[in-house]
């Protein structure tokens, strides 16, 4: 779950998507992991497009994300990007413009990164209760001033930092985030990850804090999960119960740990998008770490992943509609125009939206603001609320797997980098998901959260591909050169043994912890 609340990316292109101004004062920046100076403008249609186009729009960029003055290490902003103040369109957008949006995301090879995002639960550590809101107000206060880190402010209510290309968010139910910066390899990766823990245990453990790492709340009942003060999260908590039985629980309950990948061009992100919508229930067996809800065992290895099931299946799934022979961005972006709608935000305010379309808002007939067209923070804000197990913005998000101890945090990354990034273990997991049908590949992502790897497939197990896959990612991590294979250490032994670690919980479970979920609060703290 990625629902980014601190301000976002924004940009201005003036070229044939349109034509802007922009006010005084305004700061514009680009998303984590696109490089401003790549943005290109491109054709309507992407069959043969790469990241080597000659025309370069003209864009104003910042490092900053935010909009507002800075004062000290607080930067006044809004919890999504201030549309009005940042992008006054002067020619309504069009359909091409979200297509040509989405393709300014290629990049040539050498400007690939990886973008990591993990999410743990903090906890008191006398009580075993969730952290309050004025906990971790003071948490990100104390994390701010120690280390040099950049409020983030909804309001007069902190909701986040930010320190160069590196944030710190909250979800729903105080879920703290580390929205990592794009970085070359995996050794940068797993650092940021360990800087960024050992700074949050240093602030945490003097307020008698913990964070644990795993994919679901193991103790405590929705009622008992505090709610953040942030006016999307308002929106969609009234929402989520019109559309599934499960939407609450995976706003307040669940943590993950996914990776963001670049691709090149149309073709390129086709390719990673289906391998990882095939292998996306593999990630999610050797991950699976969400055994216990409301203090006993719930009866699957992965609840979280469940919990997708029966959350909004407008916007979440396996979008078998990848496969088709005519997929491409706008494929893509006809899918996203049919999701339904959560907010608006205008005037520093958010309007509820939600059910309506975004077809309907590009028109200028969206009831909630008649007459009013979108800007492409709009449509970037909108992107944001699509929840698949494998999500397209200028970047693929792979969405699968559990939260964790800090070791799988990287190995996550790490596997795949070596299947996605390299084009022999890409190459070989296309060939050997092709013939795989989209029953097959919907019966894996329904069945995986309850039996793992030992999931039937075939004629034998998912563990069998497991192993196959994982050493695939191995294989792309040698080519890689940079000795980053190690990191796939962590996930090794699940594939080997079929044994995920949600299975060595439930051991755990009923064997030296008598039946008391408590102790699981020691095991997997950071």
Known sequence: MTLVSQAGPSYCIPTDISRCKTAQNVVIGMASNIDASKLKETPAR?????????????????????????????????????????????????KEDLIRYLASGCKPKENWRIGTEHEKFGFEIGTLRPMKYEQIAELLHGIAERFDWDKIMEGDTI???????????????????????PVETLHQTCAEVNSHLYQVKAVAEEMGIGF???????????????????????????YMPKVGSLGLDMMFRTCTVQVNLDFSSEADMIRKFRAGLALQPIATALFANSPFTDGKPNGYLSKRSHIWTDTDNNR????????????????????????????????EKYIDCTGMSFRDF???????????????????NHLTTIFPEVRLKRYLEMRGADGGPWRRLCALPAFWV????????????????????????????????????????????????????LKLAKDGLERRGFKEVGFLNAVAEVASTGITP??????????????????VFEELLY
């Open 159 to 181: 909701i986040g930092l930010k320190q160069e290309k590196q944030s710190i968010s909250l979800e729903p139910g105080g879920q703290f985030e580390l929205s990592g910066a």
């Open 212 to 238: 644990l790492g795993i994919g679901f709340q193991p103790k405590w009942v929705l009622k008992d999960i505090p709610i953040m003060p942030k006016g999307r999260y308002d929106i969609m908590r009234n």
């Open 502 to 519: 949600a299975e060595k919980l439930l051991e755990l479970y009923h064997g030296k912890w008598g039946q008391s979920i408590d102790p």
């Open 418 to 469: 070596g299947l996605l990034y390299d084009e022999d273990s890409l190459q070989s997991v296309l060939d050997m998901t092709a013939d795989w049908t989209s029953e097959e590949r919907q019966m894996l992502r329904n069945k995986v959260p309850k039996t793992g790897l030992k999931t039937p497939f075939r004629d034998g197990l998912l563990r069998h591909v497991a192993e196959e896959v």
């Open 362 to 380: 590009l028109a200028g007939r969206l009831p909630c603001i008649p007459g009013e067209l979108p800007t492409l923070n709009d449509w970037e």
């Open 46 to 94: 992407f069959s043969s497009l790469s990241c080597n186009s000659s025309k370069t729009p003209k864009i104003l960029s910042s490092e900053s994300l935010s909009v507002g003055m800075k004062r000290g290490h607080q930067f006044v902003v809004a919890a999504s990007p201030p549309t009005e103040d940042a992008v006054v369109a002067t020619e309504p957008l069009t």
């Open 316 to 347: 979440a799934g396996m979008l078998p509609f990848v496969f088709d022979d005519n997929f491409g961005f706008e494929q893509y972006v006809d899918y996203a125009l049919d999701v339904p709608m959560y907010f608006v935000y205008r005037k």
